[in-house]
């Protein structure tokens, strides 16, 4: 089975601070996503990576980076978090051979909450 | 812009009666279509994808995808209080890996 972990399940911030959101996958993946979710607005994908050291810009980057120095591992990086950025993160991730079932698989999300 | 629209609900329906989701899509190019489930406070997970005009079932649920009318549709049958959840809608774009998620659509099945 496919493992998809995120680092906390919880994050309590403070506005100004640098947040650090980690994601680890244990299949090998080359494709990773970052998403947040929020009421009303659904699933928006903020970043996404196809391979080590790649990274695409999403539809809502601003305000977000990412960094992949190993390919199971995907961190998103508030440099300076403000309340607009509380949410729930989830990251998924995706073989790579594109077929017509892409299925991507989800870690359990992080809810991040900025004072 | 890609979007994938649907109704946000509440959909309620009686338990063992059909649940019908639906979905409409702006992208012809979109090729692959996802019905994600997702219970309140946890991640999503896939119950079904369809690329192919036409319906496919696996056991109680039906996906159902018309191009030509950009229309994407899940049916539940018998259904039960477990599956009471949003429900998301995807659509993938060719050769892409990107998905666009519509807002989701909850259900609630009254015992």
């Known amino acids: 089975d496919v493992k998809v972990t995120q680092s906390s399940r919880y994050l309590v911030k403070r506005t100004g601070e640098k947040v650090f959101l980690e994601c680890v996958q244990d299949?090998?993946?080359?494709?990773m996503f970052w998403y947040r979710q929020d009421p009303g607005l659904g699933l928006r994908l903020i970043y996404f990576?196809?391979?080590?050291?790649?990274?695409e810009k999403g539809d809502i980057p601003e305000g977000y980076s990412v960094s992949r120095e190993k390919k199971e591992r995907f961190s998103l990086i508030l440099e300076s978090a403000s309340t607009n950025q509380t949410s729930m993160y989830l990251c998924?991730?995706?073989?790579?051979?594109?077929?017509?079932?892409?299925?991507?698989?989800f870690g359990p999300g992080t809810r991040l909450t900025v004072l | 812009q890609k979007e994938v629209e649907q109704n946000s609900g509440p959909l309620s329906v009686p338990e063992g009666a059909i649940a019908s989701l639906n979905c409409t899509y702006s992208?012809?190019?979109?090729?692959?279509f996802f019905w994600y489930r997702q219970y309140s406070g946890k991640s999503p997970e896939l119950i079904m994808f369809?690329?192919?005009?036409g319906d496919k079932e696996d056991g109680r649920f039906t996906a159902q995808l018309n191009k030509a009318s950009q229309y994407v549709s899940l049916l539940i049958r018998d259904s039960q209080p477990s599956d009471s959840a949003t429900y998301l809608c995807?659509?993938?774009?060719?050769?892409?890996?990107?998905?666009?998620f519509g807002k989701g659509t909850k259900l609630s099945v009254i015992p």
């Open positions: 299949m090998d993946h080359e494709n």
């Open positions: 369809i690329y192919s005009n």
């Open positions: 998924a991730s995706l073989p790579g051979t594109i077929t017509y079932n892409n299925e991507q698989f």
């Open positions: 995807a659509g993938e774009g060719a050769g892409s890996y990107q998905l666009t």
């Open positions: 992208d012809r190019g979109s090729q692959s």
């Open positions: 990576s196809y391979d080590v050291k790649m990274k």
